[in-house]
């Protein structure tokens, strides 16, 4: 039952010592695996944009410290009249064009609020270019240098949603001195973070469909499995990965019959360069084994000139509400706000993203 005991002996290495038996046997073994991984385990290279046969670019993008580009898109108030700057950091699945958190905030309060909000493709998604060396740190890089480069200012607001989490508690571990405040709407709990106590992660994880229950195993440990386990038919990979809606909860599916057709123009885009380097890098990063642990963090505004928000429904299928009350237990400091009967896309229920933006930005002293 506890995911660190049996799940790890379910995918425990091989006993290598018995193919130190014979040589020969070792070299047959290492063909067969080689040309199974090449053929049916490896990923195929992602499609960059701008190359031959590559999707167009057709996004602006700045280049990064390590020669990668990221696209993005502004929204709201032009950037040099805006107050209050905000970098918008996507889940899983989505890009530069989920920009609900400014498309759904009512008109009057963009002026009023004073908002400039800019999005942006992580990277392998939509027209920002792969990076396989990714992890929590260098995404939190990635929003630094996006904010350096339009000019945001010393400090800037960031919103965080589901997969997005993992940059946003980076961001307040590694550049808390540039943040103005921050929001984290229903962000990913990662089962694998070092003071989540076994029984609390175990819990939350057994609260997961199945199939998604062993994609995290999966993305956790034996990441270099992950894309054939996503793609092939066999048995239910993610649910994300797949687009299985089967296992949301109520509200969320009647959010989606509601509103899924608006989100159809770029779904082609999103995926565009392929899964790997998009989803299936989501879910290495988000529940591979990160450097800090977001338990352990200090409130970054001591004086309260701002304050770190984290909103999460109760009927969320995909980051278990219980863990979220962990979490917000063990951060006095962070607000805590729960959605009663709210699935995962409450963002997009009325009324909310004014609610989530107004209390954000209010609760910073005036600068
Ligand atoms: C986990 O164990 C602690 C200490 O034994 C206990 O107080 C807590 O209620 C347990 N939590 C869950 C979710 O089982
Ligand atoms: C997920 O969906 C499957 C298939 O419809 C169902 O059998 C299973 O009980 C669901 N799991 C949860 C946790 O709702
Ligand atoms: C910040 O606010 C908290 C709670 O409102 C209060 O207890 C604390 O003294 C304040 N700190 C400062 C430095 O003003």
Same mark, same amino acid.
């Given at each position: 039952m506890a995911i660190g005991t049996s799940s790890r002996s379910l995918i425990k290495p091989w006993p290598r010592n018995s193919l130190l038996l014979s040589s020969s046997v070792i070299i047959i073994v290492g063909i067969i695996l080689a040309v199974t991984y090449q053929s049916i385990l490896k990923p195929?290279?992602?499609?960059?944009?701008?190359?031959?046969?590559?999707?167009?670019?057709?996004?602006?993008?700045?280049?990064?410290?390590?020669?990668?580009?990221?696209a993005y898109k502004e929204h709201g108030l032009p950037r040099d009249k805006a107050n209050h700057k905000i970098v918008f950091i996507h889940g899983t699945d989505s890009c530069r064009h989920d920009a609900v958190f400014v498309t759904l905030l009512s008109p009057g309060l963009v002026k009023e609020l004073s908002v400039y909000m800019v999005t942006f493709d992580k990277p392998g998604y939509g027209e920002s270019d792969p990076d396989p060396n990714?992890?929590?740190?260098?995404?939190?890089?990635?929003?630094?240098?996006?904010?350096?480069?339009?000019?945001?200012?010393?400090?800037?607001?960031?919103i965080g949603n589901s997969m997005g989490g993992q940059a946003t508690w980076g961001c307040l571990k590694y550049i808390?001195?540039? *943040?103005?405040? +921050? &929001? /984290?709407v229903a962000p990913v709990v990662n089962y694998w973070w070092k003071n989540l106590p076994l029984n609390v992660s175990t819990q939350g994880f057994n609260l997961q469909p199945r199939r998604d229950q062993w994609a995290v195993r999966v993305a956790h440990y034996a990441p270099w499995l992950i894309y054939w386990w996503n793609t092939q038919g066999w048995f239910p990979g993610s649910s994300v990965a797949n687009r299985d809606r089967g296992n949301l909860s109520q509200p969320d599916k009647d959010i989606i019959l509601k509103h899924g057709s608006s989100r159809k123009p770029h779904l082609e885009e999103v995926r565009q360069q392929g899964i790997h380097e998009s989803i299936n890098r989501d879910m290495i990063v988000g529940f591979g084994n990160w450097e800090f642990d977001p338990i352990e963090l200090e409130n970054p505004f001591l004086n309260n000139e701002s304050s770190v928000h984290l909103w999460q429904g109760d009927e969320?299928? *995909?980051?278990? +509400? &219980? /863990?979220?009350?962990?979490?917000?237990h063990k951060l006095?400091?962070?607000?805590?706000?729960?959605?009663p009967r709210s699935g995962h896309?409450?963002?997009?229920?009325?009324?909310?993203?004014?609610?989530?933006?107004?209390?954000l930005l209010s609760s910073a002293a005036e600068n």
């Amino acid at each position: 039952m506890a995911i660190g005991t049996s799940s790890r002996s379910l995918i425990k290495p091989w006993p290598r010592n018995s193919l130190l038996l014979s040589s020969s046997v070792i070299i047959i073994v290492g063909i067969i695996l080689a040309v199974t991984y090449q053929s049916i385990l490896k990923p195929p290279q992602p499609k960059l944009c701008g190359s031959q046969g590559g999707p167009p670019i057709t996004a602006p993008r700045i280049k990064l410290r390590d020669g990668r580009y990221l696209a993005y898109k502004e929204h709201g108030l032009p950037r040099d009249k805006a107050n209050h700057k905000i970098v918008f950091i996507h889940g899983t699945d989505s890009c530069r064009h989920d920009a609900v958190f400014v498309t759904l905030l009512s008109p009057g309060l963009v002026k009023e609020l004073s908002v400039y909000m800019v999005t942006f493709d992580k990277p392998g998604y939509g027209e920002s270019d792969p990076d396989p060396n990714r992890t929590p740190k260098s995404l939190v890089l990635d929003v630094e240098e996006l904010a350096d480069q339009l000019s945001l200012g010393s400090r800037f607001y960031v919103i965080g949603n589901s997969m997005g989490g993992q940059a946003t508690w980076g961001c307040l571990k590694y550049i808390p001195h540039r *943040l103005a405040g +921050v &929001t /984290l709407v229903a962000p990913v709990v990662n089962y694998w973070w070092k003071n989540l106590p076994l029984n609390v992660s175990t819990q939350g994880f057994n609260l997961q469909p199945r199939r998604d229950q062993w994609a995290v195993r999966v993305a956790h440990y034996a990441p270099w499995l992950i894309y054939w386990w996503n793609t092939q038919g066999w048995f239910p990979g993610s649910s994300v990965a797949n687009r299985d809606r089967g296992n949301l909860s109520q509200p969320d599916k009647d959010i989606i019959l509601k509103h899924g057709s608006s989100r159809k123009p770029h779904l082609e885009e999103v995926r565009q360069q392929g899964i790997h380097e998009s989803i299936n890098r989501d879910m290495i990063v988000g529940f591979g084994n990160w450097e800090f642990d977001p338990i352990e963090l200090e409130n970054p505004f001591l004086n309260n000139e701002s304050s770190v928000h984290l909103w999460q429904g109760d009927e969320d299928m *995909l980051v278990p +509400v &219980t /863990l979220q009350r962990y979490v917000a237990h063990k951060l006095p400091w962070l607000h805590y706000h729960e959605v009663p009967r709210s699935g995962h896309f409450f963002p997009h229920a009325k009324g909310m993203v004014d609610d989530i933006v107004k209390t954000l930005l209010s609760s910073a002293a005036e600068n």
